[in-house]
Nanobody, 124 residues
């Protein structure tokens, strides 16, 4: 069982930056693929990006590639989402998720544990 707690959300102007953090409980954090998803009002939850266990591989939604960066610190049981050049369309609740499987997935159903989410609002 893994518990995930996100933080770092807030209100920012377009073009600004935020860094989200997600801290995991337990001693097996390094055995999980970690992903970030987001959900805007009235929309389905969508994949933002993911990082492999060793940080060797990262994957991003096309619209955030080059602006967002995922990283992890296994010693601190933490995964990060650095978001730069934010746009109003990035406004959503952002969730981190943990996946026990061997390959990185892009669908919410492929992830086993979820945080409670943190709100990101980008004003124009």
């Amino acid at each position: 069982q893994v518990q995930l707690v996100e933080s770092g959300g807030g209100l920012v102007q377009a073009g600004g930056s935020l860094r989200l953090s997600c801290v995991a409980s337990g001693r097996t954090f390094s055995s999980y693929i970690m992903g970030w998803f987001r959900q805007a009002p009235g929309a389905e939850r969508e994949f933002v990006g993911a990082i492999s266990r060793s940080s060797r591989n990262t994957y991003y939604k096309e619209s955030v590639r080059g602006r967002f960066t995922i990283s992890r610190d296994n010693a601190k049981n933490t995964v990060y989402l650095q978001m730069n050049s934010l746009k109003p369309e990035d406004t959503a609740v952002y969730y981190c998720a943990a996946d026990r499987s061997v390959s990185i997935g892009r669908k919410p159903g492929e992830y086993d544990y979820w945080g409670q989410g943190t709100q990101v609002t980008v004003s124009s």
